[in-house]
Nanobody
Framework: QVQLVESGGGLVQPGGSLRLSCAAS????????IGWFRQAPGKEREAVSC????????YYADSVKGRFTISKDSAKNTVYLQMNSLKPEDTAAYYC????????????????????????WGQGTLVVVPS
């Protein structure tokens, strides 16, 4: 069993930066995919960024490419999401999630970053970027 705990959300002005952290406790049985998803009020949960434990490959949603960076510190069992140049449309609850056994897509060589089928979820952390 794995538990995920997010931190680092808050209120930030447009153009500012935040770093989200996701601390994982417990052990994964296999190679896994871990990443960040967000849900804005009235909208569906969407993928933001994921990283694969097997090869370190990453996925970014088009809306955050060039602004967000995902990284993983295996020694600390922590995944980070560095968010720069934040925009009001980035306002959402951000969730960390992981899927034990999910390996990268062999065609795209990217993690399969979908909220569907994720085994573990954190409680979420709120990011607010006022307009």
């Amino acid at each position: 069993q794995v538990q995920l705990v997010e931190s680092g959300g808050g209120l930030v002005q447009p153009g500012g930066s935040l770093r989200l952290s996701c601390a994982a406790s417990g052990s994964f049985f296999k190679d896994y995919t871990i990443g960040w998803f967000r849900q804005a009020p009235g909208k569906e949960r969407e993928a933001v960024s994921c990283i694969s434990s097997s090869d370190g490959s990453t996925y970014y949603a088009d809306s955050v490419k060039g602004r967000f960076t995902i990284s993983k510190d295996s020694a600390k069992n922590t995944v980070y999401l560095q968010m720069n140049s934040l925009k009001p449309e980035d306002t959402a609850a951000y969730y960390c999630a992981a899927d034990d056994g999910r390996i990268p897509d062999t065609t795209t060589v990217q993690p399969i970053c979908s909220p569907v089928g994720m085994d573990y979820w954190g409680q979420g952390t709120l990011v607010v970027v006022p307009s």
